[in-house]
T-cell receptor, first 112, second 116 residues
């Protein structure tokens, strides 16, 4: 089984809809992250969490919110999706000591 | 501000050629980490290597090798005897401590195409 899983893997939605992307991990890592990937721009950090009670904004948090339900679960929500949020979204986990981040398989989101 | 530059947007080679992917970074910190990730056509991101700023030794892992030079702020990645399965987008990333937390800054990636 994969260490970091994301659901759904693909999603098409309409402008204005609320959508939630979920991430679960079995690696036992405290740190979890959400990134988005756009063509030619690499990955950009949306939100990150160092434990269940710690949530921090990344460089592009506007239009997004997150919830850390447990050490192993970190959800990303788009309250009112817009077309420029069409992207590939990655969840990642990491250990404080090494800060190597391990990525989930990604969720391809299309907002029409 | 920290920045990671991968100037090569796309590289195309024929199988068995050697290829080097360049990565240049900017940081004001003395303690930082550098990473390479591979994104094959299937889309997942695969961790390849992590190097801290105090370790300038080159590293070799099979056909992969990495050359870290602080003097030129570069962390280049070489694939020897490339194979079609090496075709992917490769990302270089920089992590430095900011207020006791580490954040990864990614370059824009280099797409490598290995032709048979």
């Amino acid at each position: 089984d994969a260490d970091v899983t994301q659901t759904p893997r693909n999603r098409i939605t309409k402008t204005g809809k609320r959508i939630m992307l979920e991430c679960s991990q079995t690696k036992g890592h405290d740190r979890m992250y959400w990134y988005r990937q756009d063509p030619g721009l690499g990955l950009r950090l949306i939100y990150y969490s160092f434990d269940v009670k710690d949530i921090n904004k990344g460089e592009i948090s506007d239009g997004y919110s997150v919830s850390r339900q447990a050490q192993a679960k970190f959800s990303l929500s788009l309250e009112s999706a817009i077309p420029n949020q069409t992207a590939l979204y990655f969840c990642a986990t990491g250990l404080a000591v090494t800060d190597t981040q391990y990525f989930g398989p990604g969720t391809r989101l299309t907002v029409l | 501000a920290q920045k990671v530059t991968q100037a090569q947007t796309e590289i195309s080679v024929v199988e068995k050629e050697d290829v080097t992917l360049d990565c240049v970074y900017e940081t004001r910190d003395t303690t930082y980490y550098l990473f390479w990730y591979k994104q094959p056509p299937s889309g997942e991101l695969v961790f390849l290597i992590r190097r801290n700023s105090f370790d300038e030794q080159n590293e070799i892992s099979g056909r992969y090798s990495w050359n870290f030079q602080k003097s030129t702020s570069s962390f280049n990645f070489t694939i020897t005897a490339s194979q079609v399965v090496d075709s992917a987008v490769y990302f270089c990333a920089l992590s430095e401590a900011v207020d006791s937390s580490y954040k990864l800054i990614f370059g824009s990636g280099t797409r490598l195409l290995v032709r048979p």
